[in-house]
């Protein structure tokens, strides 16, 4: 009979995350799973660029050396199982490698690897276009990695058939906690609330701490122990609803606001949030503080799966590069403004004598002259600033002939440069994101436990139609029968914000209900969109959940390309939201006076 709830921590939100994690996790105890996510667009063209060059590379082997290599004789005696998509562009070698440490240690553990997601050896057969810009492929000769998205039903078999440790490729990021609520509930491919409810519940354990106060709104609640702050549990029950917590003795905080902010990061259409194994509707989630940090989370709603799996393919697009310099003293943004203007104009006279062409893109940002803020910026005259230059060109000798010359302007500045001193920057490709759906059904997925493998095999359901969504009545709007006074957004809410590819989204909690007809009614499409208009080459368009009484907006072309493919300072709009969080809010006096 299924446990009335399983614990599951989250031990890693990126590429690079914090070892101490996973033996904190171990330490609190209790745990039935730990699990582990790895991968974005840029980590996929990284590894398949370490793959390109040793073909049994291309998987997060620190997963290996920092996280199993020490863990694994404690794993093993708490018999606590492990669910990753470390396996990068090379989860077969990953799971070899973690079968060979196994091996080494003495232990008797299972390893099942989930293969399929990798379409590359189909590049030449490809013929798709992509799913935003209707763009055809790129030459696949430029490609660098072509995956598909998994789900979580595939983990599901693999722990079925006796698996302690299973390694994916490219899975959705919720995917390693789903799959183990699927196993251990015995949730079916039409469960589709209780899908929602673990995939929501994945989500929130995805990006580690940012659930238990990191990169919160309130932050100052928090920066006095982020040095030991905890990672989250996530505690589920077989409905789908869970509470999440942290363990003893960390640092941090699981509040509402800390998790209502992790639930709207990076989403998009919060009742349409599409992962493989179902389509999750996030608007009338309730959020409770049950006691300290512990909060529980309820009301996820499911639709049907779509019958395609989301495939990111990426590829080469030439170079880029810039660097950072700081000028300090009175008028020191115009300084470096200054600056810039002429390493530009020195580097095309060089590009010109050279024949290599101009540049095809070009950014100049002064930070600390509030350059992130656009026509909402407040300063005017700094005295200390950063400047943050860079360009695009179709050569690598293009971008090294920017730093060249603008190094060789050393003596030639305005007063006030210094900086850190350090190695001039390099070239680096530019990575570029290509998006496409594949049907489920033209693509096989295996499961390999080393000494043999399994065909699995997706049950057939319903098909998610968009009609099915109704949406939620906006709040009437606030009558202002009283003095009204403006305070900013702050004042009223917590925000989250960050990316998916060239969007980004901006999701606004209400600290109040009372507080959201105000925010609604203030906060329009079009209100957003110019707050953003110095970023923005797209649209905005605004959800409403009634439920968390929040907002998500979600903005298109905003990111100059997004990750490696922009020069943006702010490439993934990690800090959006805090520029939207200083929009001026008018509300009545007498609810500013009780804020």
């Not at 935003?132 to 998205?149: C, K, M, Q, T, W």
């Not at 990111?312 to 590069?321: I, L, P």
């Not at 009609?467 to 029968?481: E, F, K, L, M, N």
Request: net charge negative; with cysteine.
């Amino acid at each position: 009979m299924a446990k009335k709830t399983i614990r599951i921590g989250g031990a890693s939100g990126y590429w690079g995350d914090s070892a101490m994690a996973t033996p904190q996790l171990l330490k609190a105890g209790g745990l039935d799973y730990i699990v582990f996510d790895y991968l974005a667009e840029i980590t996929m063209s990284i590894m398949a660029r370490a793959r390109a060059k040793d073909p049994a590379a291309g998987f997060a082997r620190d997963f290996i050396g920092a996280v199993l290599k020490p863990n694994l004789a404690d794993l093993a005696r708490q018999g606590v199982k492990v669910i990753s998509n470390a396996g990068g562009v090379n989860p077969r070698s990953c799971g070899e490698a973690a079968r060979a440490l196994i091996a080494e240690q003495g232990l008797n553990l299972t390893v099942a690897v989930i293969e399929g997601d990798d379409l590359m050896d189909r590049k030449d057969q490809l013929s798709v276009r992509e799913m935003y810009s209707g763009e055809d492929l790129p030459d696949p000769a430029r490609l660098a990695s072509i995956n598909a998205y998994l789900g979580a039903f595939p983990i599901a078999r693999a722990l079925a058939e006796g698996a302690d440790i299973v390694i994916t490729g490219r899975s959705v990021d919720s995917a390693v906690t789903l799959g183990a609520c699927i196993h251990e509930f015995g949730w079916a491919a039409d469960d589709w609330d209780q899908l929602a409810g673990g995939t929501l519940a994945g989500h929130l354990l995805e990006c580690g701490p940012q659930a238990t106060g990191g990169n919160f709104t309130d932050w100052r609640l928090v920066v006095e122990d982020i040095d030991t702050i905890g990672y989250p549990i996530g505690e589920v029950a077989a409905d789908g609803s869970f509470d999440v917590v942290k363990p003893q003795g960390t640092g941090g905080i699981v509040s509402v606001g800390t998790v209502s902010e992790q639930m709207l990061y990076e989403i998009g259409d919060p009742q349409a949030y599409i992962v493989p194994d179902v389509v999750c509707d996030f608007s009338g989630v309730r959020i409770t503080q049950v006691s300290d940090d512990r909060v529980n989370v309820a009301g996820a709603r499911g639709y049907p799966a779509t019958d395609t799996y989301k495939v990111s393919a990426t590829y080469g697009d030439g170079w880029r590069g810039g660097t950072l310099m700081t000028f300090y003293g009175v008028d020191a943004d115009q300084k470096a403004e200054g600056f810039a203007k002429g390493a530009f104009k020195r580097a095309r006279t060089a590009l010109r004598a050279s024949n290599l062409g101009d540049f095809s893109e070009t950014s100049v940002e002064v930070l600390g002259a509030e350059s992130q803020f656009g026509e909402s910026r407040r300063i005017d005259g700094a005295r200390e600033v950063v400047l943050k230059f860079a360009a695009k060109h179709p050569e690598a000798a293009g971008i090294g002939t920017l730093l060249k010359e603008a190094t060789g302007m050393g003596l030639a500045t305005p007063p006030g440069l210094s900086g850190f001193a350090g190695g001039r920057a390099k070239p680096s490709p530019v990575i570029r994101l290509f998006s496409f759906l594949i049907p489920k059904d033209e693509l096989p997925i295996q499961i390999d436990f080393g000494d043999r493998e399994i065909d699995f095999e997706a049950a057939a359901t319903e098909t998610f139609d968009a009609a099915a969504i109704q949406r939620p009545t906006p709040p009437p709007a606030p009558i202002g029968d009283g003095e009204m006074v403006e305070v900013p957004l702050i004042d009223l809410a917590w925000g989250r914000s960050g990316d998916k590819g060239n969007k980004a989204n901006v999701g606004i909690i209400a600290r109040k209900a009372e507080y959201l007809p105000h925010i609604w009614s203030a906060l329009s499409e079009d209100v957003v969109a110019g707050r953003f208009a110095h970023f923005l080459e797209g649209g905005a368009e605004r959800y409403l959940m009634p439920g968390p009484h929040a907002i998500n907006f979600l903005m298109h072309e905003v990111l100059g390309g997004g990750g490696v493919a922009s020069l943006r300072n702010d490439a993934q709009g990690k800090g959006y939201a805090q520029i939207l969080l200083d929009q001026p809010i008018s509300i009545p006096k007498a609810m500013a006076e009780n804020l």
